[in-house]
T-cell receptor, first 117, second 117 residues
Framework: GAVVSQHPSWVICKSGTSVKIECRSL??????MFWYRQFPKQSLMLMAT?????????EQGVEKDKFLINHASLTLSTLTVTSAHPEDSSFYIC?????????????FGDGTRLSIL | AQTVTQSQPEMSVQEAETVTLSCTYD???????LFWYKQPPSRQMILVIR??????QNATENRFSVNFQKAAKSFSLKISDSQLGDAAMYFC??????????????FGTGTRLKVLA
């Protein structure tokens, strides 16, 4: 199998707080991990592509200083929402690609619901 | 830039009947992958089926099959013998290669499938 674990599943915090979300590939090594944001009843929007040992590649319009991504090992990537504000409230989903071969699909975590008060 | 369009925001199907979800995409690439993902209320993204663009044969996975029309850039999903557990949001996704071994997924806006008992 290919299991991706995301933690926490739900977090509620005050405005101005920084929140860290972890994404772990439990039974495989993931050279590349992806972070998505999903607003209610909308599609997944790619925020950034995270490569192990190098800087993340951010999509246009995503603030890299706001959404800090670290991919320190082949099984862990973290997304830190710095100084979160209510407009950052959303559903964040990570995914990991198993291996580097082109026929490998992404495997998704269960997502993190972030609510900023 | 690649785009993915799902023109049906919502579809309904009677249990045990067949339903087809539409997806069109735009790309200038000749080699790519297409996916259908299912997102139930639990919000986890589950891979339903995938299609390699270089393959002419349509992919099938049990009750799920696709009608891939490369020239028309169409990639529809057919669900046969629909079950109550099939009720979910379905996303069509296009995968393009950024660099060797690194990929970017672009998702459609989704189709909500309701299964009627």
């Amino acid at each position: 199998g290919a299991v991706v674990s995301q933690h926490p599943s739900w977090v509620i915090c005050k405005s101005g707080t920084s929140v860290k979300i972890e994404c772990r590939s439990l039974d495989f090594q993931a050279t590349t991990m992806f972070w998505y944001r999903q607003f209610p009843k909308q599609s997944l929007m790619l925020m950034a592509t995270s490569n192990e040992g190098s800087k993340a590649t951010y999509e246009q319009g995503v603030e890299k200083d706001k959404f800090l991504i670290n991919h320190a090992s082949l099984t862990l990537s973290t997304l830190t929402v710095t100084s979160a504000h209510p407009e950052d409230s959303s559903f964040y989903i990570c995914s990991a690609q198993k291996g580097v071969y082109s026929n490998q699909p992404q495997h998704f975590g269960d997502g993190t619901r972030l609510s900023i008060l | 830039a690649q785009t993915v369009t799902q023109s049906q925001p919502e579809m309904s199907v009677q249990e045990a009947e067949t339903v087809t979800l539409s997806c069109t995409y735009d790309t200038s690439e000749s080699d790519y992958y297409l996916f259908w993902y299912k997102q139930p209320p639990s919000r986890q993204m589950i891979l339903v089926i995938r299609q390699e663009a270089y393959k002419q044969q349509n992919a099938t996975e049990n009750r799920f099959s696709v009608n891939f029309q490369k020239a028309a850039k169409s990639f529809s999903l057919k669900i046969s013998d629909s079950q109550l557990g099939d009720a979910a949001m379905y996303f069509c996704a296009y995968r393009s290669e950024l660099t060797s071994g690194t990929y970017k997924y672009i998702f459609g806006t989704g189709t909500r499938l309701k299964v009627l008992a």
